[in-house]
Structure formats: structure tokens, C-alpha cells
């Protein structure tokens, strides 16, 4: 399988493909959303999803393309923003924590699930991944190390993007030294908090 | 119920079999400790399984406490070679019973959710379940001492069971008349050397 993907990328610089599929991965609530809205905003004025405290507000695919310019150097992206990747989904979380009934927060679970297989199944079309992470959080949930570990296994180009820096008690460096080898952008999707510097690192990364 | 898988049992399996066996476990309640874990591929296609299989009654998903293969530094010379770290131990577990306290490097630390802690996944799973109810007229005696003697325990089962005896003394030693004299020979024997 990473074979066939690192193949698919050389031939795509061989041949120039129009544009790179981005994939914007994580644990649900990470930001992604938040940072999908912002990139969009920041090129296209126009925003991508709905974004909510609630976990798994977004359960399908959405997609948006973005060409993104800094100084002479252009690329063109498809931003594919995902449904929030989990290990479990609790109907009873969406009732107790916010204030669902029932039905409702029985079909929120659904749809997160849905959309939790939805996002696995993408990974394979995509030519880079942004891994967002909350950096207020433990980073070495089982989530973040799986994603991680399958972009490699798939040969993807990764970023990983520490979000949230705006937050008291982000630590963003925690982050930095648990994936050394992986290169790290510390960012606020919120508030547009070094957003350059993602912009540099995903021509870089993703060219 | 707590199993450990063996590593010859896991190599048995394909990937497929080895993912469907432990979601079927799991989703009996079993908490699974495997002696080597999945790979970052297994445990995907696992969460992908998982999701299909969550049902809102008995089955939520699962928590898997275990040692990050990211937080063990690649040597120089895996790095060289691009080599992976193979994977280490790992527990899976229903999420209703099974929740990771804290994890590092280094430490994993996770709790059994009992009944007192326990949100019932139905109501008449809870209703339904055995309870040994204490009469309300007994004074309340803590752990660490042994009931007193002559009194009764009124305990009763709403199965109709009867409650087994209560045990014994055991601080009690009851010697026998030789037992005691066996006892005064060797005092006495110590005091002479």
C-alpha cells in the first residue's frame, strides 16, 4: 500500500497533477473544522463546516478547493475536512453532556460512527494529511499514534499541527518532543495565530 | 472477565481473524490484554470494525490503554534501516468497563468500571441483577474487624438463596492440652541457653 502511494506521488510531480488532496484528520473536537474554516476563509473568503463544542458536529467528507500563494510559490489543494476519529461513540455523552433527548443523541452517535468509517475510508485518496492535535491535551491518545502510524504505513506526507496554542495550558512542545521525527507546526486555528507558518510548511511538505 | 492472549495465538490468525476475534470478545465484555498488539493499520481497520458494530445498547466502542509505538524512540539504527518499532502489549476493552486513567512512555494506567461507578447501558439489565441487601436495623461494622460473636447477621438475598455461615475466628487459636505443653517445654528450654 505505501508503495503504490509513494509511487502515485512521484508520478503525480512527473506529470504535474492539478491539485493535492488534503486531508484534515483527528480526534473529534481537535480543531479541524476550525482550521478547514480558516484556510478556506483566508483564500476563498468563504467558510467550509459548522463548528460546535458538541463532538462528532461534522460526519461527512467535505471538500473545498484552495490555491494557496506565498511569494512566487503557488499550489493548489483540495481540503478535505473529516469527521472526527474515535475509538468509541456514546449516545448517552450526547444526552448527559449536552442536553440531547433520547432519539437525538441516539442518532448523533449514529451519524458519528458513520462518519468515523466515512473518514478511514478517505485516507487512502489522499496525497498529504494535516494531523491536528489539541495541544491542552494528552497527545498519545490511541487515535493521534493510529492516524500517525498509517499515514506512514501509506507513505503520506504528514504534518502535524499542534492547535489550540491560544488556549491556557497548551503545550504545543509536549507535542514536539513525543513525534520528533515528524515535522510540527504549532498554530491557533481560532484566532489565525501563525497561520503563515502552516501555509510555508504545507508547500514545503506537500510539493 | 480479564483474558491474555498468547503471542502464538495471535500469530495464528490472519490480520481479519485476529480483528473480528477480539471485537467478538470485547463485545461479550471481556477485557483482552494481548502479549504483542496490533499494528497501526490493525488498529485502524479495528476502529473501522468497532464502528459498524456499535449498537447503543450493550456495545459503545472500545478503549484500548496500551504503550504508544510513537512514544518509543526509534534507535539510529531502526531510523537508518526504517524500521518500525514492532508493537508492544496492549489492552482492549469494552468502553463502558474500561477507562485509561493516565499514560505516558513509560506507565499506562486504567480502571475496571465496577457497579458503583458504572452507568447502566439498559435499565432492566440493572433491575435484574442479584442484590445482597443488609437489614437497615444493623449497626454498621466496618471491614477491618471480624463480626462479633453471638450476634446475627440478618443478610438477605432476593433470589431466596440462603447466605453462607459466617466465618470463623481465625485470630483465635485454639490449642489442644498437648499442644500447650509442647508450648512450656520450649519457653523453658529457651530460658536455660
Same mark, same amino acid.
Given at each position: ?9 512521484? !508520478? ?22 476550525? !482550521? ?33 500563494? !506565498? ?58 494529511? !494535516? ?77 | ?193
Amino acid at each position: 500500500m505505501g508503495i503504490f502511494s509513494a509511487l502515485r506521488r512521484w !508520478l503525480f510531480r512527473l506529470f504535474k497533477k492539478k491539485s493535492l488532496k488534503i486531508g484534515l484528520y483527528g480526534a473529534p473536537n481537535a480543531g479541524k473544522t476550525t !482550521l478547514a474554516n480558516r484556510i478556506s476563509m483566508d483564500w476563498t473568503k468563504e467558510a467550509m463546516g459548522l463548528t460546535s463544542p458538541i463532538p462528532h458536529e461534522t460526519h461527512e467528507v467535505i471538500q473545498k478547493r484552495v490555491e494557496i500563494s !506565498l511569494g512566487k510559490k503557488k499550489i493548489t489543494f483540495d481540503i478535505f475536512d473529516t469527521p472526527g476519529v474515535a475509538t468509541k461513540v456514546d449516545f448517552h455523552n450526547f444526552v448527559e453532556e449536552h442536553g440531547m433527548d433520547e432519539a437525538e443523541g441516539k442518532r448523533r452517535a449514529k451519524e458519528g460512527t458513520e462518519g468515523v468509517i466515512e473518514a478511514i475510508e478517505w485516507l487512502d485518496k489522499m496525497d498529504g494529511i !494535516l494531523l491536528i492535535m489539541d495541544s491542552t491535551l494528552d497527545p498519545f491518545n490511541q487515535v493521534n499514534v493510529t492516524l500517525l502510524g498509517n499515514c506512514k504505513a501509506r507513505s503520506l506526507p504528514v504534518i502535524i499541527v499542534a492547535n489550540k496554542v491560544d488556549l491556557e495550558g497548551a503545550a504545543p512542545d509536549k507535542i514536539k518532543k513525543g513525534f520528533d521525527e515528524d515535522l510540527m507546526v504549532a498554530i491557533s486555528a481560532l484566532t489565525g495565530k501563525n497561520m503563515k507558518g502552516l501555509y510555508k510548511a504545507m508547500i514545503k511538505k506537500f510539493q | 472477565m480479564i483474558n491474555l492472549i498468547s503471542l502464538e495465538k495471535l500469530s495464528d490468525m490472519s490480520p481479519e481473524e485476529r480483528i473480528r476475534f477480539i471485537v467478538d470478545e470485547v463485545k461479550l465484555g471481556k477485557v483482552l490484554v494481548l502479549e504483542r498488539g496490533l499494528t497501526a493499520v490493525e488498529e485502524m481497520e479495528l476502529i473501522k470494525i468497532t464502528m459498524a458494530e456499535i449498537d447503543n445498547q450493550s456495545f459503545v466502542g472500545v478503549e484500548t490503554p496500551g504503550f504508544s509505538i510513537s512514544a518509543k524512540k526509534r534507535s539510529f539504527f531502526n531510523r537508518m534501516l526504517r524500521r518500525k518499532n514492532p508493537p508492544r502489549m496492549m489492552v482492549v476493552g469494552p468502553a463502558h468497563l474500561l477507562k485509561t486513567i493516565r499514560k505516558d512512555g513509560k506507565v499506562v494506567q486504567a480502571m475496571l468500571l465496577t457497579k458503583d461507578n458504572l452507568r447502566p447501558m439498559r435499565e432492566e439489565e440493572v433491575e435484574g441483577t442479584t442484590e445482597i441487601k443488609i437489614d437497615e436495623t444493623m449497626e454498621e461494622i466496618p471491614f477491618s474487624e471480624p463480626p462479633p460473636v453471638g450476634d446475627e447477621i440478618r443478610v438477605s438475598a432476593p433470589n431466596g438463596v440462603e447466605p453462607p455461615p459466617p466465618p470463623e475466628d481465625f485470630r483465635k487459636i485454639h490449642l489442644d492440652d498437648s499442644q500447650i505443653e509442647m508450648k512450656k517445654e520450649m519457653s523453658s528450654e529457651e530460658v536455660e541457653n
